[in-house]
């Protein structure tokens, strides 16, 4: 049974930073692509960042180039996202995936496989 399990959310003060992690088990980690999703209050899930299986490919919506960092440790499972400088608009649940395909340019969650439970991230004096 896979899983994907989501922690390092919370409520920070706009310019914060946090640190997102999903730990996966039950699939063959370092042959899927993987990436972070959010949704927002009656907003569609959008896709923040992804990363291929080696790590060499990595994709950011504009709305977190230079702000978010995706990386992965394959030898933990895990996939994680370092978020600096923190906006209300980021505000959301988020959510880790495994994905079919990614590009540079492309990261949708409409090609995933496997969804985690999500962390709520809030930004907000």
């Known amino acids: 049974q896979v899983q994907l399990v989501e922690s390092g959310g919370g409520l920070v003060q706009p310019g914060g930073s946090l640190r997102l992690s999903c730990t996966a088990s039950?699939?063959?980690?370092?042959?899927?692509?993987l990436g972070w999703f959010r949704q927002a209050p009656g907003k569609e899930r959008e896709g923040v960042s992804c990363?291929?299986?080696?790590?060499?490919?990595?994709y950011y919506a504009d709305s977190v180039k230079g702000r978010f960092t995706i990386s992965r440790d394959n030898a933990k499972h895990t996939l994680y996202l370092q978020m600096n400088n923190l906006k209300p608009e980021d505000t959301a649940m988020y959510f880790c995936?495994?994905?079919?395909?990614?590009?540079?340019?492309?990261?949708?969650?409409?090609?995933?496989?496997?969804w985690g439970q999500g962390t709520q991230v809030t930004v907000s004096s």
């Open positions: 995936a495994a994905v079919r395909s990614i590009s540079s340019n492309y990261c949708s969650p409409l090609s995933t496989d496997y």
């Open positions: 039950g699939l063959t980690f370092n042959a899927y692509n």
């Open positions: 990363i291929g299986w080696s790590g060499a490919t990595t």
